[in-house]
């Protein structure tokens, strides 16, 4: 079993749609969670990096964490065709990180 | 200020060769890591580096070495190229370990 779970998709949303995307974990000491957008042929950028469960915001996008659940989620708001993209989860315990699969998704104009 | 740049981009070995990646960063980053991007793997961790003459393995390091002399410079050697090494490989810098990474756009290898 893989230490990150992130369905692949591909999601296909029109202009607009509010985007979720998901992953879970089964580390317990994952202390650190990121999101990375990744266009084709380049490479992961990150959008988001929090630390702690609960909501952080930075403009259209929303990452959740609940450790609890050992869930994390992202949303985009208003999503935008710049927005097609990869969407890896990624979290961090000590030097390492481990990456979801990542989740292909395109926005329809 | 060019980031994270890494050479060449595109590559195709035959079965044996041996050839060097090289990932150069400009941003005084400690941190310097490999990873390998295949379809549905995701990113998985070859090799890593806290500091200059400092490298430890990642989660798939079999068939690469590293060496860091300077800090800017963070090579990957492929010893014997196996098709098994057809891949993306990605050079990601942090200021230190615990810092999000940046990564540079990629060297496409092929191995026939």
Redesign the interface.
């Given at each position: 079993q893989k230490e990150v779970e992130q369905d692949p998709g591909p999601l296909s949303v029109p202009e607009g749609a509010i985007v979720s995307l998901n992953c879970t974990y089964s580390n317990s000491a994952f202390q650190y969670f990121m999101w990375y957008r990744q266009y084709s042929r380049k490479g992961p950028e990150l959008l988001m990096y929090t630390y702690s469960s609960g909501n952080k915001e930075d403009g259209r996008f929303t990452a959740q964490v609940d450790k609890s659940s050992k869930y994390i989620s992202l949303f985009i708001r208003d999503s935008q065709p710049s927005d097609s993209a990869t969407y890896l989860c990624a979290m961090k315990t000590e030097y390492k990180l481990s990456f979801g699969a990542g989740t292909t998704v395109t926005v329809r104009a | 200020n060019a980031g994270?740049t890494q050479t060449p981009k595109f590559q195709v070995l035959k079965t044996g060769q041996s050839m060097t990646l090289q990932c150069a960063q400009d941003m005084n980053h400690e941190?310097m890591s490999w990873y390998r991007q295949d379809p549905?793997?995701?990113?998985?961790?070859i090799h890593?580096s806290?500091g200059a003459g400092i490298t430890?393995q990642?989660?798939v390091p079999n068939g690469y070495n590293v060496s860091r002399s300077t800090t800017e410079d963070f090579p990957l050697r492929l010893l014997s190229a196996a098709p098994s090494q057809t891949s993306v490989y990605?050079c990601?810098t942090g200021r230190e370990?615990?810092s999000?990474?940046?990564?540079?756009?990629?060297t496409r290898l092929t191995v026939t």
């Open positions: - | 994270v941190y549905g793997m995701g990113l998985r961790l890593y806290v430890d990642g989660e990605f990601a370990p615990n999000p990474l940046h990564f540079g756009n990629g």
